[in-house]
Each structure stands twice: as structure tokens, then as C-alpha cells.
């Protein structure tokens, strides 16, 4: 089993930034790639970004390229998202999750644990 904690979510105006924290504890060697996904009400849940934690390949949704960076930082279990140039429209909420597949990937099918979730609020 993995256990996944989330933080950083919070309100933000437009254009601001915000730096999402997820923490892995319990089986982390059986994770090879982790992802964050957002859920808005009434919408589907949508992959953002992923990575795979040993050689950082990753992938992003083309609604966030350019503007969200993840990253990892093995020691720690933890990966992160940095969401710049925020816009009302990525109000979400956000979640991380983990998978046993190499690959980093976007489809939330392919990941086993998920963590509680994060608001981000984003005001125009």
C-alpha cells in the first residue's frame, strides 16, 4: 500500500502562482510514475502532468504545457507541481497519484493510489 498526502492548494488571482506538494509513505518501491489530476464539479477527472520518479521523463496536458513544471525529489518520496500563470479556468481540484507502470501517462486507469485531493481556487 501507498499512502499519498497532498498540500499547497489555496485561492490565487489570476496570472499568480501556486506549488503543489504531494508526500509517498508505505510501499514506494513499487511506484515507478506520478501524476496530477484535477477534478472540477460536474466534469471529468483530467491527467496534468507525470512523471516518472528515476529518470524524469514526463508529460503534460497541452491546457497546462508551458505554464506547470513537476518534479520529484526521490529522498523526500515527494513530487511537486508548479502551476504559473494561473487561470480561473485550472480551479480544480487537484490530486496526485501513483503507478506501478514505467512510463509517465496521463490516463488515470493506470494508477493504483490516490491521495485525498487539494483545492485550487483561481479568481479572475
Known amino acids: 500500500q501507498v499512502q499519498l498526502v497532498e498540500s499547497g492548494g489555496g485561492s490565487v488571482q489570476a496570472g499568480g502562482s501556486l506549488r503543489l506538494s504531494c508526500v509517498a509513505s508505505?510501499?514506494?518501491?513499487?511506484?515507478?510514475?506520478m501524476g496530477w489530476f484535477r477534478q472540477a464539479p460536474g466534469k471529468g477527472r483530467e491527467g496534468v502532468a507525470s512523471?516518472?520518479?528515476?529518470?524524469?521523463?514526463?508529460v503534460y496536458a497541452d491546457s497546462v504545457k508551458g505554464r506547470f513544471i513537476i518534479s520529484r525529489d526521490r529522498a523526500k518520496n515527494a513530487v511537486y507541481l508548479q502551476m504559473n500563470s494561473l487561470k480561473p479556468e485550472d480551479t480544480s481540484m487537484y490530486s496526485c497519484a501513483a503507478s506501478g507502470r514505467l512510463w509517465p501517462n496521463l490516463d488515470p486507469d493506470v494508477y493504483t493510489y490516490w491521495g485525498q485531493g487539494t483545492q485550487v481556487t483561481v479568481s479572475s
Open positions: 508505505g510501499s514506494t518501491s513499487s511506484t515507478y510514475s
Open positions: 512523471i516518472n520518479i528515476d529518470d524524469d521523463r514526463t
